[in-house]
C-alpha cells in the first residue's frame, strides 16, 4: 500500500510488525528538514518582516532548499525495504529529540545523522541512498561549512587573499590584499569568503549526480571539481576587480557586485550540473 504524501508516496505494508526503514527514516528527514527550515524562518521574520524574509527565502540559498526537497522526495519515492531495525529507530529518535531543540542547528545536525544512516544502505535500496547523499550536502552546507569557517577562518580567508594577491602581482599581509594602484589595503572579509559559494555548487553537484542512478564515479568527481573550481574562480575575479579599480569599490563590493557574482556563480554551478545529467542521459 502506498499512502501519498507531501513529497510523494511512501511505501507501507500493512501486515509489517514496524515501518519500513525507509518510511521511518524519510519522516525523520522530513522532521528535521522542515524543522530547521522553520527555525531560520522565525528567525528571518522576527528580524525583518514576513515579507522580506520570503523575498531572501529566509536567510538561505534557495538552490540548498530546492536540493532539500529533491532529496525528500527521493526517500519518500524508495522502495519499502526490510522492517526498522533498533538502529533505525536510534537514528531516528536522536534526529528527532535534536529536531525539536530550540536552536534551528539542531535540527541539520539531526538532517545529518538521517543522511549518514541512509547513505549506508546501498545494497537495501539504491533511492534512500541517494536521498542521502543529497541531504548529507544540504545539512553539510547548513551546518558544518559554517563550522569549518569558525575553526579556520583565518587560514581560510588567507587563502582567498594569497590568490586575489597572486592574480593582481601585489603584496598580501594575512587577510589583507595591497590595491594595484599602491594606494593601500582591502580586507578579506568572511562574507567574502569563496568557501559559501563552494559549499552551494557541491550540493547542486551532489544533487544532479545522484537525481539519476549514478554512472562513472571519475566523471562526477571531475565536474565536482570543475563546480568548485569554477565557483572559487568567480570570487577570486571580483576581490581582483576590487584591488584593481578602488575607486569603483563600492560599486564592486556593494550591492551591484554581489548580485552579478551571485548570478554568474548560479550560471556556473547550474550549467555544470546540467552537463552531468546531460552525460548522464548520453550514457543510458
Not at 32 to 52: E, L, S
Request: charged share 10%; glycine share 8%.
Amino acid at each position: 500500500m502506498r499512502a501519498l504524501t507531501l513529497f510523494g508516496h511512501a511505501q507501507l505494508n500493512p501486515g509489517a510488525a514496524a515501518p519500513s526503514a525507509s518510511s521511518l527514516l524519510a519522516w525523520a528527514a522530513t522532521l528535521t528538514f522542515c524543522n530547521g527550515v522553520a527555525g531560520k524562518a522565525i528567525v528571518a521574520i522576527n528580524r525583518v518582516g514576513f515579507a522580506p524574509a520570503l523575498a531572501n527565502s529566509f536567510d538561505m540559498n534557495i538552490l540548498v532548499l530546492a536540493a532539500g526537497v529533491v532529496g525528500l522526495r527521493l526517500a519518500w519515492s524508495a522502495e519499502a525495504s526490510r522492517p526498522s531495525s533498533r538502529l533505525d529507530y536510534v537514528v531516528a529518535g536522536a534526529a528527532a529529540a535534536l529536531a525539536l531543540m530550540p536552536y534551528a542547528p539542531m535540527a541539520w545536525l539531526g538532517l545529518s545523522i538521517v543522511a549518514l544512516r541512509a547513505m549506508a544502505r546501498e545494497k537495501q535500496c539504491d533511492l534512500l541512498r541517494r536521498a542521502g547523499w543529497i541531504l548529507a550536502a544540504v545539512s553539510g552546507s547548513l551546518i558544518w561549512t559554517k563550522l569549518l569557517f569558525a575553526l579556520f577562518a583565518p587560514t581560510i580567508l588567507s587563502g582567498d587573499a594569497l590568490l586575489t594577491a597572486a592574480l593582481l602581482n601585489v603584496e598580501r599581509s594575512g587577510n589583507m590584499v595591497a590595491f594595484a594602484d599602491g594606494s593601500g589595503f582591502f580586507q578579506v572579509y568572511p562574507a567574502c569568503s569563496s568557501l559559501g559559494n563552494v559549499s552551494v555548487g557541491i550540493v547542486c553537484w551532489v544533487t544532479a549526480v545522484n537525481l539519476h542512478a549514478p554512472g562513472r564515479a571519475s566523471w562526477n568527481i571531475v565536474v565536482g571539481v570543475g563546480v568548485a573550481a569554477a565557483v572559487v574562480t568567480i570570487n577570486i575575479i571580483r576581490l581582483a576587480l576590487i584591488g584593481l579599480y578602488p575607486a569603483q569599490f563600492e560599486t564592486i563590493h556593494g550591492a551591484v557586485g554581489e548580485m552579478v557574482t551571485i548570478w554568474t556563480t548560479l550560471a556556473a554551478v547550474v550549467g555544470l550540473s546540467a552537463i552531468t545529467l546531460r552525460k548522464r542521459a548520453a550514457l543510458v
